[in-house]
């Protein structure tokens, strides 16, 4: 026998040993020795299909996207247009994706020239100017509007993963179908999901945005109030820079039915806000006689500036914090470099008046500004009426999804799926039988048909199938029902290359030729046959990985996995059974093949 027979058989004999340990990671762990923790620290994880959870659909709110898109567009626009000397230019939003800008003017309309425009050119297309009105129209392109969309998306799905993440949850997936995105969480309690929905959904949209306290907005809307009494006109005494002023805003309190918010926003739906204005919310509990909260929740109003200069995208760290005065958590914020500037800059031109810090839409608080804030740093206070462990867990959570980034868009559930556990039970029962009763066949059949040459396959099997495991087990792969499917394709697959290679023996044996001679043959002419076999389902395997859904993609990593170690056992661990009988110093006069 030549030494590198030796070298190949302790080479696969060192896999198999490996390959074992490995998998003793699937035992439980009270079983499994102690020394070899690290090795077997790494198993298979079964899927949604397997063990039960929970599937959640969203969709997502595109639209909301593509008109934070257009006010993106219009606000820098009006930004680069003051450096270059344009006075009160405004903007008049005509559509999802197309603004006006509005010049006092006409030498200011001017200096919208090339300098400006070339930074948008392929994302804007301009639409016309009126001198009569002094406006200039823009709109999104129609390959803007689709990269937006595609961006949004992609964007959603990536800081859902790293919500998902953040949260310690494994094998779940998350994928966009149509215009729906789908994510599938194995396991959890019941307790923890809503926990789970509340963070994944959360947009944690946050603002900085000035509150017009000196509008009397609310007061002149005042006669157009239900007649039910639903919503109350407030006031309130606040400083601004002018001094103290009374400002006006709109309250409700929450019914049985509807929450105060609801109520508040069906009214502003029907009445015109200005143009450059914007109305949030924010919640806090009615107060009894001694002034304690009760469970009655009061909404109201708040008037914003619409253009806002800094938002959640400039924050560099978040934390929980507890304040030295009523020791109560609260979330501490602090700006990378460009956010730092920008927070300096607003603050000092905004010192006496309110600044509103808004996530998603509701106003959290609303501290006066009492000078220039040049720290690039910030506070989020979770409400004062909770008792401290669930401020503290609102606190972290929102620290988790301030640090994942913020969702492009709203999202709304569209769909939610329980799957239990009894599922999972009945297809692993299922899945388990048929790769036994696959694999039984196989192992019968080969050594009737082939005698010692199915011997050998069996052999090969039993390793290729050992490899996949392992394999799978090192990478923990998510194994799901379509991926059992695989399994037992693998097992199939696995015997054609054997059967080919037999066949091809075979027939060099019947050509009179030596039972070393005809295994030589037989392999070198069956390898690119094999080989091209198993490329054209490679490339089909990786086409379902890309493209595919989470069971589908479990189906493609087994597949591709067995598709490797088909090749490897098929040709080079039965070549070596092989090589055992037909190397030896009394090589066999007959092959029983």
């Known amino acids: ?149 595609k961006v949004t998306y992609e964007q959603a799905i990536k800081t859902i993963s790293n919500r998902i993440d953040a949260l310690g949850l494994r094998e779940t997936t998350v994928t966009q179908r149509g215009a729906n995105i789908s994510i599938e969480i194995p396991g959890q309690e019941e307790a923890s999901r809503d926990r789970i929905k509340r963070i994944i959904s959360q947009t944690a949209r946050l603002e900085f945005r000035i509150v017009d306290d000196e509008s009397e907005f609310f007061l002149d809307q005042a006669k157009n109030l239900p007649a039910d009494g639903s919503i109350k006109l407030m006031k309130e005494r606040v400083g601004t820079p002018r001094g103290d002023v009374t400002s006006y805003y709109l309250e409700s309190r929450s019914t049985d039915t509807r929450s105060g918010r609801l109520i508040l926003k069906d009214f502003i739906s029907t009445i015109p806000v200005p143009e450059d204005r914007m109305v949030s919310y924010s919640e806090s509990p009615e107060m009894d006689e001694e002034n304690k909260p009760t ?142 009763i696959g694999g039984l066949l196989v192992l019968l059949f080969m050594p009737l048909y082939y005698k010692l040459g199915g011997v050998f396959a069996d052999v090969a099997l039993a390793v290729n199938v050992l490899l996949l495991l392992a394999i799978m087990s090192t990478f923990e792969a998510t194994l799901t029902l379509p991926g059992i499917a695989g399994i037992v394709l693998t097992v199939g697959m696995a015997v054609d290359a054997n059967v080919i290679i037999y066949e091809r023996i075979r027939e060099e044996l019947r050509a009179g030729k030596s039972p070393r001679s005809a295994v030589d043959t037989g392999y070198a002419r069956a390898f690119w046959t094999i080989f091209d076999a198993q490329i054209t389902t490679f490339i089909a395997g990786v086409v379902l990985l890309q493209y595919g859904t989470g069971p589908i993609k479990g189906f493609a990593v087994t597949l591709l996995i067995g598709i490797l170690t088909s090749m490897f056992t098929g040709i080079f661990v039965s070549r070596i059974l092989f090589d055992l009988v037909v190397e030896r110093k009394t090589p066999v006069k007959v092959l029983s093949i």
């Open 295 to 436: 469970n009655v929740k009061i909404w109201r109003t708040w008037l914003l500036e619409r253009n806002v200069k800094v938002t959640g995208e400039y924050i560099d760290d978040a934390r929980v914090a507890v304040d030295p005065d009523d020791q109560k958590p609260y979330v501490a914020l602090s700006f990378n470099q460009r956010g730092a500037r920008l927070f300096d800059d607003v603050t000092k031109e905004n010192v006496k008046r309110r600044m509103a810090i808004v996530l998603d839409d509701k106003v959290d608080s609303a501290p006066q500004i009492r000078e220039r804030i040049s720290g690039g740093r910030a506070s989020i206070n979770m409400g004062g009426y909770k008792d401290y462990n669930a401020l503290l867990r609102e606190s972290n959570d929102l620290v988790l999804v301030l640090k994942a980034g913020s969702l492009p868009a709203p999202m709304s559930k569209d769909q939610e799926t329980i799957i239990g556990p009894t599922l999972g039970k009945d297809a692993i029962r299922s899945g388990t039988l048929s790769v036994l």
């Open 1 to 149: 026998m030549k030494t590198i027979w030796y070298v190949k058989a302790v080479f696969v004999l060192l896999l198999v040993v490996c390959s074992g340990v490995v998998l003793m990671g699937m035992l439980p762990r009270e079983s499994q020795p102690e020394w070899l923790y690290w090795a077997t620290s790494r198993h298979i994880t079964k899927g949604l299909d397997l063990q039960g959870g929970f599937r959640l659909v969203y969709r997502v709110e595109v639209d909301q996207a593509m008109r934070d898109k257009r006010d993106r567009f219009a606000s820098d626009m009006v930004e680069a247009l003051e450096e270059a000397g344009a006075k009160d230019v405004t903007v008049k939003r005509t559509g999802d994706t197309s603004f006006g800008l509005v010049f006092k003017s006409t030498g200011d309309m001017d200096k919208l020239g090339k300098d400006i425009l070339k930074n948008y050119r392929g994302a804007l297309s301009e639409n016309g100017r009126d001198s009569g009105s002094r406006t200039v129209s823009f709109a999104m392109t129609d390959a803007e509007i689709a990269h937006g969309e």
